[in-house]
């Protein structure tokens, strides 16, 4: 596997934010005129509800609410945002980007910039990346980065792939800091031949997907991500804190821990109140762990995610 390592000495995560609809679907709600059952879907998926976005509730309005809560978190104003990366997949509209106004919406001014990155569930680990590198080459000083989708708005809830998605959006705010023994190192990757594995065709309004295929991708390409980024920086699983990763289906989670060979207890998940909820299951999860004091100083995280296309990376933090 052939892949490109940046490496940031002076990126800091220096908070991190999140916010979910208020409504909540359950599976009894979602199946009750599908072929499948409520335990199924725990069982299998670990799925036992989700958030759903009102009618009029877009992923900028989810984007806009985790964004504020990690400015908030930093101690700082929203003008105090240089740039602003959303990653998602069901942007508002085809243009302009869900940033630009989900800016609006934070009340940010036009001094900021401001754009989109499609790379699906993976995008927020691109995102953290390329604002990385804006970072260290002293570009900007404030970058806010956010994870957000709302997959409700795709789905074709008379098909029982409608189980696996919920909405949410997650967020953080890196700074340039000098870190002592501080560590940020990403690899990302891609393969086009996945795209008719899960997607949107031109002309449908719901996604598409091939579930043993987007499973054997997702098994197969994490591990070996992990293992890559590790390598890369003369590290082994024993070094890492936590694990957190994309939140596809507890079978993809309990499959690439097997393939690690690492106890699943070692890998986060909120599946089971949140379901997949796409891009934004990265930032939500680590804005989860983060609030409830998990996080100690120098803890090694690994972050990875894998998504439609296909794209995939990883990066290793240190808090």
């Avoid at 990346?129 to 404030?142: L, S």
């Avoid at 705010?173 to 393969?191: Q, T, Y």
């Avoid at 079978?251 to 909120?270: C, D, H, W, Y």
């Avoid at 983060?290 to 120098?298: A, F, I, Q, S, V």
């Amino acid at each position: 596997m052939r892949s490109g390592n940046s490496h940031f000495d002076s990126v800091c995560i220096k908070s991190t934010g999140s916010y979910v609809p208020s409504k909540i679907l359950t599976n009894e709600e979602v199946v009750a005129n599908l072929p499948t059952s409520p335990q199924w879907v725990l069982e299998k998926l670990g799925i036992r509800e989700r958030h759903i976005a009102a009618p009029d509730e877009y992923t900028s309005d989810l984007a806009a609410r985790a964004g504020l809560d990690a400015i908030a978190s930093a101690g700082l104003e929203p003008n105090d945002i240089e740039l602003i990366i959303v990653s998602t997949a069901t942007p508002d509209r085809k243009m302009p980007s869900s940033a630009c106004i989900a800016q609006t919406k934070m009340g940010i001014s036009n001094r900021c910039a401001a754009f989109d990155v499609a790379a699906v569930c993976a995008g927020f680990v691109y995102g953290i990346t390329i604002a990385g590198q804006f970072i260290q080459n002293g570009t900007y000083e404030h970058v806010l980065v956010i994870g957000a989708d709302t997959f409700s708005k795709v789905t074709d809830w008379n098909h029982r792939d409608c189980v696996v998605f919920g909405d949410g959006a997650g967020a953080v705010v890196l700074e340039k800091k000098d870190r002592e023994n501080g560590l940020f190192s990403s690899i990302l990757l891609a393969d086009g031949e996945g795209m008719d594995k899960f997607t949107v065709y031109p002309g449908d309004v719901h996604f598409s997907m091939v579930g043993k295929a987007v499973f054997d991708k997702a098994t197969t390409a994490v591990p070996e991500c992990i293992l890559e980024i590790l390598r890369i920086n003369g590290m082994g699983l024993e070094d890492v804190s936590m694990i957190v990763p994309h939140q596809a289906t507890a079978g993809v989670l309990k499959r690439i821990a097997a393939v690690l060979e690492i106890p699943f207890s070692r890998i986060q998940t909120n599946l089971e109140l949140y379901a997949n909820t796409a891009g934004a299951t990265v930032p939500l999860l680590l804005d989860q762990v983060n609030r409830r004091g998990l996080l100690r100083e120098g803890d090694l995280l690994l972050l990875v995610s894998i998504g439609a296309g296909w794209t995939w990376g990883a990066s290793l933090y240190r808090w």
